[in-house]
């Protein structure tokens, strides 16, 4: 029963990104550290002037990009240090001193915005006038003047600001339970050896050809969750009730349409995709029969919803196979692309392997200063391979918006960035099953897709009509108990898989393992980017070197403009239902050509 999870340091620091070219010290963040607080003290002497003139302007808001700019190094750092061991006491605490820092900044800079939005565009095109330089600024106060009316007076901006720290406290108790605390048992493998589960290996026995593998697996991962339900039902009903608490101070409707109004996107595009999803339910209801069929099991239960219809053609692809298979894929992005993704790999942007006490999942993060770095917890299976793509192309995103993007415009909204990474996804399963001529392959690499579909369209849609219930019981003064929490997720289990499915206990809890849930209504950007990158891939296929340059540009655009907006120049328009109607039929075809490959057999 030995843990075989390696220590951090036993890594070989090939698959180890470099943090270091961030800071390559320690001492250097402190440095930083102590600049921001400085800069934070001369931002004091504006208040109540900062639209006296045009200079004085400039001079506002070039100090708060400066400190804006100093303040994101500071955080993403001492995030990523955390990241690679969350039980690292030195590297929980500068995130701690990051976050905290973050707060007295807000704090005092609150009385920036009030005066800001108090500038006419009159004024702003008289004060353009004397000082060029501030022409930059005009999409940033074209979007302040939008949302107006909910920037606040200065004194309850200053009082929102303080309790920002108090705000990020669920999200990082969770964080703590979800990566440090929580205890799972071990089980027996394939092999009959005794192992431990981990999340980054849960996933890995949920695609395992022993039921009753996958069985303990799923019992045991969601019997560490029932053991801390009741903390983590309050961990998620206090940040439920904390979107409530800032949606009503700044004057929305509901939470919902407060989240929505950052992207300046309507509840209607929201509720439309809940309702579009609902009408192609059928479809996803005949996957789940397919399924159940191909088992060849009297009862199809979510312990069997994962695992590959056709035994894997690579059981185990190795690191270097998944960057073989990453180049060819995304060739038809063109040289400039692949160069950059050759770069990302040599220069070490990329932390590969798990390790103990490091974050599970994956993501793209990084800083505008340096290249941009991707976590991986790569454990060589080929949704490993896919998750290498999606990382890339959020890395690529935001390498090419920061090379062309001034900063004050290059961090895109998290609804593009979606396209981005899906498209990565995208192009890779298409090349895969044009070059397959083997029906098992051809057959698992659609299941694969279908997988993707499953889990991106269908399934983050259920996410986001859970977070949309679990706010509106709470805007109603509703309860969110354990008990309350469970059913909903269970009652939307029932309607998203259908009748086929024996909806298991277990996964009535399975809300308390989300970590998107302690950032609202975000995962419903998965679902539209998702149908937004097979529209964009369609047309990079079809129509080539046009489609191609809209693409890279939108690359290129990070938040320069809204994000519906930069989608409708690159050829999708999310304000209707068409993209999402599209991909879910697209879903329908790909199923029966699933079916015909499975006749074949």
Partial sequence: MNNDTPDRNSIDPAYKWKLEDIYAADEQWEQD?????????????????VANSAATLLEVLQLIKKMERTGDKLYVYARMRRDEDNSNSIYQAMFDRAESLGVIVNSLTAFITPELTALTAEQFDDFKQQQPELGVYQQFFT????????????????????????????????????????????????????IELTKARFGRFMESDNRTVRQDAFKGLYSSYSNLKNTLAVTLASSVKRDVFYAR????????????????VSVEV???????????????????????????????????????????????????QAWEMLLQGLQPLGGNYIDTLLQGRSNSWIDVLENRGKTGGAYSWGTYDTHPYVLLNYDNKLD??????????????????????????????????EVASTVNESLLIDYLLRNSNDPREKMYLLNHYLEQFR????????????????????EAGEALTVENLSRIYRD????????????????????????????????????????????LKTQILAEGQPAVDRYLQFLRSGSSDYPLEILKRAGVDLCTPDPVNKALNYFGELLTEFENVAEQM
């Fill in 249 to 264: 101070a700044r004057n929305y409707d509901s939470a919902l349409q407060a989240s929505l109004d950052g992207d300046n």
């Fill in 143 to 194: 979007e302040l003047w939008r949302r107006q009316e909910h920037v606040l007076s200065e004194a309850e901006e200053r009082l929102l600001a303080l309790t920002a720290d108090l705000s990020t406290a669920t999200g990082n108790i969770f964080t703590m339970l979800n990566n440090a605390d929580i205890k799972f048992p071990f089980i027996k493998d394939e092999d009959g050896k005794e």
């Fill in 455 to 474: 889990g991106t369209l269908y399934r983050q849609t259920m996410f986001a009509e859970y977070e949309k219930i679990i706010h509106e019981k709470a």
């Fill in 492 to 535: 939307l289990n029932v309607r998203y898989y259908g009748p086929e499915v024996v909806i298991d206990e277990e996964i009535n809890m399975e809300w308390a393992r989300i970590p998107h849930f302690y950032s609202a209504f975000y995962v419903y950007k998965y679902a539209t980017g998702f149908s937004a990158a097979t529209a």
């Fill in 33 to 49: 550290f102590m600049q921001i607080r400085e800069l934070a003290d001369q931002i004091e002497k504006f208040q109540s002037k």
């Fill in 384 to 417: 490993d391979v896919f998750t290498l793509a999606h990382e890339m192309g959020h890395a690529l995103h935001s390498y090419n918006s920061n090379q062309t993007q001034p900063f004050i415009y290059s961090q895109y909204s998290i609804m593009v960035a």
């Fill in 270 to 320: 929201y509720n439309e995709l809940i309702e579009t999803v609902h009408s192609h339910l059928d479809k996803f209801h005949r996957y789940m029969q397919i399924r159940k069929k191909l088992l060849q099991v009297d009862e199809l239960h979510m312990y069997d919803i994962y695992v590959p219809l056709v035994k894997e053609y690579k059981a185990n692809i190795s690191y270097d």
